[in-house]
Each structure stands twice: as structure tokens, then as C-alpha cells.
């Protein structure tokens, strides 16, 4: 009986209605996230992307609007509601985080002070901040640890920008943005 139940109400009550509700949101961050996708510096971008990720998990993302789809789900459902259980893990790990990147609590503004880059091929973590104002002395830092073709020699830049920040943006905003048309799809 209480499954009969929850199908007349489930059939009453469209979840393309919820899901509409949501589109606003979901088109602010599809706007965002395509500028940060083409800023030409990826470090700016990374903090930029921590900006935007940052209150969308600080208000729990789209947890309320899954909870309600499982809610009303036969089957029908079952790509939306993954898609915006995918958005939820971007949110987790692209968003505030005591030891990652975005080192910021709850409701702090995220700043390029507070974005911490590095770790990696032995260079040492520093806030987002010291990378751009030393990004021109880190350029000719040349890695001769790493440069295998010396016609393209790595820098402590590229394992910063290229290697790091491009490619943490790049996940998350392509992963983000390939969610977001699935959702599109069913509004």
C-alpha cells in the first residue's frame, strides 16, 4: 500500500518540476565554469573554480533535489539523479578542504592566499599567490630533473600551471559540465 502511495504522488507531482527549479542554478554555474575553462592562466582559473565550487557545497549542492528525485524514482529517473550525484563528488573534491587545495572553512572567502599548489615533482607548497607573483622567475626555472627534449624544457611553472592547475581545472569542469547536459536532457 505504502509503495501505491508513493507512486500516486510520485505521479502527481512531476520531478521535471524539481528538476526545473534547479536550472537557474545549474545555468550560473555552467556560465562560470565556461569563462574559468578559457582564463589563459590556469592558477587564476584553479582559485576561480574554488570561488564558484566553494558555496555550492558550503549550501550541500544539489543533496535536497537527489533526495527528492530518489523519492519519486521508478526507474525513470535513474541518469538525472547520476548525474547530480557525480555534481555532488565534484563539489567534494573540488570544494573545501583542510589539507587540499582550497584550505578555506565553511563560508570563508576563497583567495589565492588560501589555495595551496604544489607537491608535486618536488616543488614545494605555496599559496596560489606566490606562483603568480613569482610566475615570471619560475618560467626559466628550468627542471633538468624532468626536461627530457631540450627544444621543450620543463619548468617549476609547468609542474605548477600546466601540470597541476590545468589539469585539476580541467577535470572538474569538463566532468561538471558533461553532468550538467544530462540534466539539461531531462529538464
Request: net charge positive.
Amino acid at each position: 500500500m505504502k509503495k501505491v502511495l508513493a507512486f500516486i504522488s510520485a505521479f502527481f507531482s512531476n520531478p521535471k518540476n524539481d528538476i526545473k527549479k534547479s536550472v537557474a542554478q545549474i545555468d550560473d554555474l555552467q556560465r562560470e565554469l565556461e569563462k574559468i575553462n578559457y582564463m589563459p592562466n590556469k592558477v587564476e582559473a584553479i582559485v576561480r573554480l574554488f570561488q564558484v565550487i566553494s558555496p555550492i557545497q558550503d549550501t550541500g549542492g544539489f543533496a535536497s533535489l537527489i533526495s527528492k528525485l530518489q523519492k519519486k524514482n521508478y526507474g525513470q529517473l535513474d541518469q538525472v539523479i547520476e548525474a547530480l550525484e557525480t555534481l555532488q563528488k565534484h563539489f567534494t573534491n573540488a570544494g573545501r578542504s583542510i589539507y587540499g587545495f582550497n584550505r578555506t572553512k565553511e563560508g570563508e572567502a576563497v583567495t589565492a592566499e588560501k589555495v595551496y599548489l604544489g607537491n608535486v615533482h618536488g616543488v614545494w607548497t605555496k599559496p596560489a599567490s606566490y606562483w603568480l607573483e613569482k610566475q615570471e622567475e619560475f618560467k626559466k626555472d628550468i627542471r633538468e630533473d624532468l626536461s627530457r627534449d631540450p627544444e621543450k624544457p620543463i619548468t617549476t611553472w609547468y609542474c605548477i600551471h600546466d601540470y597541476q592547475a590545468a589539469n585539476f581545472v580541467k577535470s572538474h569542469v569538463d566532468g561538471i559540465l558533461m553532468q550538467i547536459l544530462v540534466i539539461r536532457k531531462a529538464a
